[in-house]
């Protein structure tokens, strides 16, 4: 049973525009939530994080927004660049003494010049 | 300010031998955290340590599978009697503390033939 999802295994968006990346969790106990981005043959590189007591965190072309009522986040990436383009992966932290992340399977980006 | 370090990046072994996975956290992080990832899914929590100890190996296989901290020295993650299933890509993030962000080494993609 996944506790981190992110139905869209892929997404393109054209350069420029905004790209939208999807997460659903299932924990109501998650208190810290996280977006990584991978590069083929390299490891995840964090990007930008939230904490529960938040709605919305922004961090240049980044911003995260968090839904606890629907167990929902989502990355923001305006405007998209081809550098973007990337595997996506959210991550909710457990618990607050483990710090163990759970992540999701990941979005793959897109971004056309 | 050198990042997370693991070696070796690419490691091929045949079935029955034993693989050693080194990662040397980034400068003043004391908690390693190794994660394994298969082919098309997310990354998966195995075992976070501290110096010397164990914290959480609820993600660790029960058999054939260690991990260490030592006082001096890199973490390592040790696979006994290796098989194929084993094969995937492993990858070791350090934090400062229990609740600061992990950051992630570039992996070690092993092969069990």
């Known amino acids: 049973d996944q506790q981190v999802k992110q139905n869209s295994p892929s997404l393109s968006v054209q350069e420029g525009r905004i790209s939208i990346l999807n997460c659903d969790y299932t924990n109501s106990m998650f208190d810290y939530f996280l977006w990584y981005k991978k590069y083929p043959a390299e490891g995840p590189t964090f990007l930008i994080s939230i904490s529960s007591i938040k709605d919305k965190n922004e961090d240049g072309r980044f911003t995260v927004f968090l839904n606890k009522s629907a167990k929902h986040l989502s990355l923001h990436i305006v405007p998209s660049q081809p550098g973007d383009s990337a595997v996506y992966f959210c991550a909710a932290r457990g618990n607050r003494s483990q710090g163990n992340l759970i992540f999701g399977k990941g979005t793959k980006l897109s971004v056309k010049p | 300010n050198a990042g997370v370090m693991q070696n070796p990046r690419h490691l091929v072994r045949r079935r029955g031998q034993e693989a050693r996975l080194r990662c040397s956290p980034m400068?003043?992080?004391?908690?390693v955290y190794w994660y394994r990832q298969l082919p098309e899914e997310g990354l998966k929590f195995m075992v976070y340590l501290q110096k010397e100890n164990i914290i959480d190996e609820s993600g660790m296989p029960k058999e054939r599978f260690s991990a260490e901290f030592p006082k001096e020295g890199p973490s390592i993650l040790r696979i006994q009697q290796v098989v194929r299933g084993d094969s995937a890509a492993y990858f070791c993030?350090?934090?400062?503390?229990?609740?600061?962000?992990?950051?992630f080494g570039p992996g070690t993609r092993l092969l069990v033939l």
């Open positions: 993030a350090s934090s400062r503390g229990v609740q600061e962000t992990q950051y």
């Open positions: 400068k003043g992080h004391s908690h």
